[in-house]
């Protein structure tokens, strides 16, 4: 399983990004999630989704501002940004998963990761 994470960039406070993840394959119980690793901090969840479902979830630190959501016939996961605050600023990374999980260490299926830079 391959995933393709794209769409980071620099930007300033209060500006939006999106970004995109793409699964070579995903079945309807699967959960792709978007965790981020600032510099020196542990990789952290940002958001899920259950691909058939549709249920997202979110971390408290992102709730109102993100928003996740899947184009089913492009096989593809979003995570709309905005709001960005210069405490965002992370490599953002998507990963797949059969069961939800919050700890990253249980994700067997990552993409590269994409740079997110918020200047303030």
């Keep these: 399983v391959q995933l393709q994470a794209s769409g980071g960039g620099l930007v300033q406070a209060g500006a939006s990004l999106r970004l995109s993840c793409a699964p070579s394959s995903v079945f309807s119980s699967s ?12 990789r952290e969840f940002v958001a899920s989704i259950r691909w058939g479902r549709g249920s997202t979830y979110y971390a408290d630190s992102v709730k109102g501002r993100f928003t996740i959501s899947r184009e089913t016939g492009k096989n593809t996961v979003i995570l709309q940004m905005n ?25 067997k299926y990552w993409g590269q990761g994409t740079l997110v830079t918020v200047s303030s």
């Design 83 to 107: 709001s960005l605050k210069p405490d965002d600023t992370a490599i953002y990374y998507c990963a797949r998963r059969g069961t939800l999980s919050y700890d990253p260490r249980e994700y």
């Design 31 to 42: 959960v792709v999630a978007w965790f981020r690793q600032a510099p020196g901090k542990e």
